[in-house]
């Protein structure tokens, strides 16, 4: 039986991200070119955060993401709430000022 190392590959994480972020932008340009040759040239994703407090973990992976999401063609936004929001609270300011995002 052969050893475990002897079948092993060393993947690029980094290569590997990179390939799946460009399929993902590819992908939502060809959805903006259907939606615009539907009739609703402005369909565009997007990506609502939204952040109970103020944690620099969270602050730094939340950063991330909207720098990732705009890279690939995402729309996104970054809603800051105090720590004390309860979570009706946050569900009526979404509805009031993100009616067309979906949860």
Not at 91 to 103: D, E, G, K, L, R
Request: glycine share 6%; hydrophobic share 35%.
């Amino acid at each position: 039986m052969a050893s475990p190392s002897a079948c092993a590959q060393i993947l690029d994480g980094k290569l590997i991200a990179k390939s799946v972020l460009q399929q993902v932008a590819s992908t939502i340009q060809d959805l903006r070119t259907t939606g615009a040759q539907a009739g609703t040239a402005d369909f565009q994703p997007g990506l609502v955060i939204v952040q109970v407090g103020n944690r620099e973990d969270s602050n730094v992976y939340i950063r991330t993401k909207l720098k990732t999401g705009s890279e690939v063609g995402i729309k996104t936004r970054h809603v800051k709430l105090p720590d004390t929001t309860t979570e009706s609270e946050v569900q009526i300011s979404m509805a009031m000022h993100f009616p067309n995002f979906y949860s």
